[in-house]
């Protein structure tokens, strides 16, 4: 693979036209290679094709049949209700779009955001969004080699017209493929982990909640029981049950403060919960003993993804510190990160040791649960973030496992995801050399 500029000219050398293929778009003719490889000529009518714009850098490829440019990456997401104009009218954020489309650009990719609403099957043609010159271009694109499904919420992705794109996706595989089909669900998430004899030590009991005797029978066996929505993010909605003597205390956080009232019996307590709950789904989770640090509970968020050759690794680390008196880590809910070694070091001590020890430890737990939760869920997954956490006693376990990550706060982690999601792709669509490297000369 090399980089070139592209050129738009209205006449080329017919005597040197290649075949040139972008996405599912392939042209024949109008095409050459110039100036020592560093531009990439093209007529109007095949830049338009490829949705190709003058200057713009791409990497190329040889092929088989000529040469390949890209890969295409499609951005998924969906329309806001109302439906404002262009670009406006995109679900998402927009740092994130901003981010990985420079950063595919850097390396050869054609990335642009696109609804599943703009989507021509017919034509094999969709309206994608380009950030050029600090604004969002439209721009019509042949449908791309790698579709990244970053559909925002989970109700979204259940509508009829992501439901409609991703069934007609599936009928283009494998020239069109799709990873990070959907969100995952919690309790599914337990239940095939369940499954894994080597994984079940690593994973707190959880049980669904269905009515107030599960939740009676958990604290019969648990001093602390975790309350969680099955569908909420970020810690929303998370409450906590501990036995303070004889009495029981609910915690929760009410705007921007945490509460902790006690009960004396659970039928009390119940009825605080059911009038909390309002109705969500919940799980109940036994309540582990946490390492602290400096008085305060913490667990760490890890970023797992496929590299350049389909295989899972980890691309960064970083904790989380729940609020004084805080009972979730979530920096929304007034957690703050951390670096890894700093806090282990600090909350178990140097004689407690091997901190590097211990990073290895959470490195091969999440190693393990990615695969599994793909091999459960029978689906193409590119990356996951997940939460574990240390206990007292330096075991690690699973928490949960998101398959729409949040962007990491860590600079370094942040800048390695998004060349990971580029390798990535670049694997997907078969832009690999026999030797492993992303690249082939041309």
Same mark, same amino acid.
């Given at each position: ?27 024949? =003719? =109008?095409? *050459? ?20 714009? +003058? ?25 806001? /209700? ?19 489309? *420079?950063?595919?650009?850097?390396? =050869? ?10 989507? +021509? ?22 449908? /791309? ?56 030590? &690593?994973?707190?009991?959880? !049980? ?85 640090? *400096? ?28 609020? /004084? ?70 075991? !690690? ?26 390798? &990535? ?18």
């Amino acid at each position: 693979m090399h980089y070139a500029r592209v050129i738009i000219a209205s006449e080329q050398q017919r005597a040197q036209a290649t075949r040139l293929s972008g996405g599912v778009a392939e042209v024949s =003719g =109008g095409v *050459r290679l110039a100036e020592g490889k560093s531009a990439l000529e093209l007529t109007e009518r095949a830049a338009h094709l490829l949705g190709l714009r +003058d200057k713009q850098r791409v990497g190329v490829w040889r092929a088989a049949y000529g040469m390949r440019i890209g890969p295409y990456v499609g951005i998924m997401t969906n329309k806001r /209700p109302g439906t404002l104009p262009g670009f406006r009218g995109l679900r998402g954020r927009r740092e994130n779009y901003t981010a990985l489309t *420079r950063m595919a650009g850097e390396m =050869g990719a054609v990335a642009f955001v696109f609804a599943v609403e703009d989507v +021509d099957f017919a034509q094999r043609r969709v309206l994608g969004y380009a950030r050029v010159g600090g604004r969002w271009v439209p721009r019509e694109y042949p449908l /791309p080699d790698v579709v990244y499904n970053r559909v925002p919420d989970r109700k979204s992705e259940v509508s009829l017209p992501v439901m409609r794109f991703k069934q007609q996706i599936k009928r283009l595989q494998p020239a069109v493929a799709l990873f990070n089909p959907k969100f995952l669900n919690k309790w599914e998430l337990y239940g095939l982990l369940a499954k894994q004899p080597e994984l079940t030590p &690593f994973v707190p009991e959880t !049980c669904l909640y269905r009515e107030p005797k599960d939740l009676v029978d958990m604290l019969r066996k648990h001093d602390m029981v975790y309350l969680k929505p099955q569908d909420t993010f970020a810690g929303r909605g998370i409450m906590r049950v501990w036995r303070k003597g004889q009495k029981l205390v609910l915690s929760y956080k009410d705007g921007a403060k945490y509460r902790h009232a006690s009960y004396t019996g659970t039928d009390a307590l119940l009825r605080a919960f059911v009038a909390r709950r309002a109705g969500s789904r919940y799980l109940l989770q036994e309540g582990l003993r946490l390492a602290k640090l *400096r008085g305060a509970i913490f667990d760490v968020r890890v970023l797992v993804q496929k590299n350049n050759q389909g295989q899972w690794e980890v691309t960064g680390i970083g904790v989380r510190v729940a609020a /004084p008196g805080g009972i979730t880590t979530h920096v929304p809910n007034g957690g703050h990160i951390a670096p890894l070694d700093t806090v282990l070091k600090e909350a178990f001590g140097e004689s407690a040791g091997r901190p590097q020890g211990l990073r290895e430890e959470i490195e091969a737990l999440a190693l393990k649960v990615a695969p599994a939760i793909e091999r459960g869920v029978g689906s193409l997954f590119g990356e996951m973030s997940m939460d574990i956490g240390i206990t007292e006693a330096k075991k !690690c376990y699973f928490f949960e496992a998101n398959a729409k990550p949040m962007k990491f706060d860590e600079p370094a982690i942040r800048a390695k995801s998004l060349r990971r999601l580029v390798e &990535f792709s670049r694997y997907l669509a078969g832009y690999q050399s026999s030797g492993g490297q992303s690249g082939v000369s041309i």
